[in-house]
């Protein structure tokens, strides 16, 4: 794991109170459009998920603390893209990779709402499929009904990975 993981696992072990509010942190950073480039916290969010049962850690505080901050990366990434629309792709890295809106667009339209999903659960597309959902204007309500699902789905899959690892590790080791 990358030193910075490692930091904010060691935060999360020593400090539990804190959990919800780091994995809402990471949860909106991995989630809202262009930051998630900077900040790929699916690693530390499964870190922090082997903690759950292992420590003070509590599953459900947590979980719906992902799923907010995801839903809100996304719904912050979905309203750029409505409001600024056709000015988004002179930013970067859009302006380095003009072939990226069409094929979000060509995405967008072809998955709709199970798009929404898909894109929650492929990193590339989890930042850009909101900001491409907003600019080519799918309607909000189905767009809002797609984010807070995958994001309450996307949240519980991080957290079990990582509780499911660390209690199969735990028994394995106890084979040894």
């Known amino acids: 794991m990358e030193d910075w993981i490692m930091r904010v696992v060691d935060l999360v072990r020593d400090h539990a109170v804190w959990a919800g509010p780091i994995v809402f942190v990471l949860a909106f950073g991995e989630s809202l459009a262009f930051l998630s480039l900077f900040i790929p916290a ?3 969010l499964v870190a922090i998920g082997a903690m759950i049962g292992l420590s003070e850690v509590s599953f459900w505080p947590v979980w719906l ?9 996304d719904w912050l990434s979905y309203w750029v893209g409505s409001t600024f629309k056709g000015r988004v792709a002179g930013m970067w890295p ?3 990779y003009p ?18 999903f898909i894109g929650r659960f492929s990193g590339p597309l989890r930042a850009t499929v909101p900001l491409v959902a907003g600019i080519f204007e799918m309607p909000y309500w189905r767009f809002q009904f797609a984010n807070v699902a995958s994001a309450l789905v996307w949240s519980a899959v991080l957290l079990l990975f990582g509780d499911g690892l660390s209690k199969l590790s735990t028994w394995l080791w106890g084979l040894v």
């Open 94 to 96: 859009l302006s380095r």
């Open 65 to 73: 603390a992902g799923a907010f901050g995801a839903a809100l990366g």
């Open 42 to 44: 699916w690693g530390a």
């Open 99 to 116: 072939d990226m809106l069409p094929r979000g667009e060509a995405f967008v339209r072809k998955w709709g709402v199970p798009g929404i």
